[in-house]
């Protein structure tokens, strides 16, 4: 297996910049919820706060697809959602296999969200035996050793690591030797995989780190506020390390 991970390059096929890639869900989670409540239109300043993104970031994002709205109406919703389920790829149905269904791998199989988004858990897998065959969001449990049938039988190319750490690479090689090029990785590690594929990671303890260091320079400022200001020594916040809404995003490049 090679090292190193997936670089992919700051612009993606067709122009679209990784970053505004990056925001398009923002976006369509917005506008998804306009639709539902039959919104026609849509500024790019109403939906730039829905999204919690600068409109004149969202005005640029939209060129990239062609959406240049009309003055004095806005855009299209419905139009807007399609064009940016189709930029993302969700007109098609993607099958997801979910690896190690402990507590995490278990609630992320129950997690409705996935279905109505167009992806279509195909199979839960785990090493134990004594899952091998129970039912977890009506789904019965496959084990490890059916991996690479499961993944060819259900053309899958998008895996879920949730196992524990020191199982995830062997998992992660096993998926990818079996045809799978997108991994989302929940283990606290960092995979090596070859190139052509891509690894998203997610970690919400980084992120609690995150806040708790914020919350620490707050009670800093708060602290040097009551000594006349002397004693903060605040940084600005590094643009360039931020997610696509301006915060440090909750899912990672690894
Ligand atoms: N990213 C996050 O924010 C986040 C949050 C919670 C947990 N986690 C991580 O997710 C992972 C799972 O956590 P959990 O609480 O569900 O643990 P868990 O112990 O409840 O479940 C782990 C499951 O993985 C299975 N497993 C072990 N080795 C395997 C292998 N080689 N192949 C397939 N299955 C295997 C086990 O049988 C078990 O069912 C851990 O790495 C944990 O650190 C991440």
């Known amino acids: 297996m090679a090292t190193g991970r997936t670089h992919r ?9 990784e970053a505004t890639v990056a ?16 919104v026609p239109t849509v500024s790019s300043e109403e939906l730039a706060a829905a999204a919690g993104v600068n409109s004149a970031k969202l005005r640029k994002d939209f060129s990239y697809l062609g959406s240049y709205g009309t003055r004095g109406v806005g855009y299209d919703v419905e139009y807007l959602v399609y064009q940016i389920s189709r930029e993302l790829g969700l007109t098609q149905d993607w099958p997801v296999v979910i690896v190690g ?12 969200g996935f279905a ?13 035996p004594g899952l091998t065959g129970k039912p977890v969001a009506g789904i019965p449990v496959q084990h490890t050793d059916d991996l690479e049938k499961i993944i060819k039988d259900d053309r ?6 949730a196992t524990p750490a020191g199982a995830a690479q062997q998992v992660c090689d096993r ?3 079996a045809g799978v090029t997108s991994i989302l990785n929940f283990a606290p590690t960092v995979l090596s995989v070859p190139d052509g594929v891509d690894v998203r990671k997610v970690d919400l303890s980084i992120e609690l780190q995150i806040l708790a260091f914020h919350e620490q320079r707050k009670s800093g400022e708060e602290s040097a506020a009551g000594d006349g200001g002397k004693a903060a020594a605040v940084t600005p916040r590094d643009d360039a390390d931020q997610g696509p809404d ?6 990672m490049p690894a």
Request: charged share 15%; proline share 6%; no cysteine.
């Open 23 to 38: 925001r398009l869900p923002l976006y369509l989670r917005a506008l998804t919820a306009l639709s539902e409540r039959s």
């Open 116 to 128: 109505s988004r167009g992806f279509r858990v195909a199979a839960l897998i785990d090493a134990d």
């Open 156 to 161: 899958v190319s998008i895996g879920v690591i």
């Open 101 to 112: 269904i402990g507590n995490l791998g278990a609630a992320l199989a129950n997690y409705g």
């Open 175 to 177: 998926l990818v030797a």
């Open 9 to 17: 390059p700051a612009t993606r096929s067709r122009g679209i910049p």
């Open 246 to 251: 301006g915060d440090v995003p909750a899912v």
